[in-house]
């Protein structure tokens, strides 16, 4: 997944890592390629479940950074289709 910017282009590759991309020269961000990171992801969410559950520790992610991201997929939804900016909505 490409992000384009303003300034650079942000790419996302699952198999490589993270890159940021400068009047044609890409450049890997140190530390953003994590191999089998999807059973490493699982296993981190299920982790933290448990110790939610188990030892009343807090969550690493609440419902309010969940609404916030929603609010910014949504944002991003509505600017390319309506090829404007769109503010990023308030989480209630």
């Given at each position: 997944m490409d992000l384009v910017c303003e300034q650079a282009t942000l790419r996302i590759?699952?198999?490589?890592?993270?890159?940021?991309g400068?009047?044609?020269?890409?450049?890997d961000l140190p530390g953003s390629f994590e191999p089998n990171w999807m059973h490493?992801?699982?296993?981190?969410?299920?982790?933290?479940?448990?110790?939610?559950?188990?030892?009343d520790?807090?969550?690493p992610v609440?419902?309010?950074?969940?609404?916030?991201?929603?609010?910014?997929i949504e944002a991003a939804f509505a600017s390319n289709e309506s090829r404007r900016e769109h503010e990023i909505a308030d989480a209630p």
């Open positions: 590759d699952m198999d490589r890592g993270t890159m940021l400068r009047d044609t020269v890409w450049t490493a992801a699982l296993v981190r969410e299920w982790s933290a479940m448990r110790d939610s559950i188990a030892d520790k807090p969550v609440d419902g309010a950074y969940g609404r916030k991201i929603i609010a910014i």
